[in-house]
């Protein structure tokens, strides 16, 4: 089944603008992995939060989670070019022994 | 020096055929995976593998079987080929435990 569901499905910005992209889970997780994916390549790990962290930094990600929401979001600041990528995020659900993937949000930087 | 390898990357093949994926992770890896992207991106996991033995298999027909010679590989085999099992197949490995998944290239299946 279908963990994660992130919005938007596509966004495009401006270089130098921050990107925003959310994503929904609806069970209980040890932790949420976000994911990015370049066209024709296989995905890459950018950030883990486990489920008792609120926040946290990676070069130019900033990952939030909120539990009683059930909700997380990515923030990439001061984007560029080479951030264009579709970005996923995934679900360490609790007792599950797998990942489940949420369906991408697609990410264009414009120069 | 790559970490998770496929092949081949690309793959186009009649309906009915039989064909095979490979995979080997470099990385020391207990655990290793296969997950198929369809057309929409939608990426679902198909199985998954701890040290050669299977931990899960997603309801997945049981035209595909994999095998796990060792735990440094983990391939796939296809029967009989469908027009629905174009997609994009990705494996990926893992240590024990769900931590960070790192995944291979793809292998892009095209049945026609």
């Known amino acids: 089944s279908q963990q994660g569901e992130e919005d938007p499905q596509a966004l495009s910005i401006q270089e130098g603008e921050n990107a925003t992209m959310n994503c929904s889970y609806k069970t209980s997780i040890n932790n949420l992995q976000w994911y990015r994916q370049n066209s024709g390549r296989g995905l890459v790990h950018l950030i883990l939060?486990?489920?008792?962290?609120r926040e946290k930094h990676s070069g130019r990600l900033r990952v939030t989670l909120d539990t009683s929401k059930k909700s997380s979001s990515l923030l990439i600041t001061a984007s560029r070019a080479a951030d264009t990528a579709s970005y996923f995020c995934a679900t360490d659900e609790q007792g599950a022994q797998k990942l489940v993937f949420g369906q991408g949000t697609r990410l264009t930087i414009n120069p | 020096d790559t970490a998770v390898s496929q092949t081949p990357k690309y793959l186009v093949t009649q309906m009915g055929n039989d064909k095979s994926i490979k995979c080997e992770q470099n990385l020391g890896h207990d655990t290793m995976y296969w997950y198929k992207q369809d057309s929409k991106k939608f990426l679902k996991i198909m199985f998954s593998?701890?040290?050669?033995?299977?931990?899960i298999n997603e309801t997945v027909p049981n035209r595909f079987s994999p095998k796990s010679p060792d735990k440094a590989h983990l391939n796939l085999h296809i029967n009989s080929l469908e027009l629905g099992d174009s997609a994009v197949y990705f494996c990926a490995s893992s240590p024990w435990g769900q931590y960070e998944q790192y995944f291979g290239p793809g292998t892009r299946l095209t049945v026609t």
């Open positions: 593998y701890n040290n050669k033995e299977l931990i």
């Open positions: 939060i486990r489920s008792n962290e």
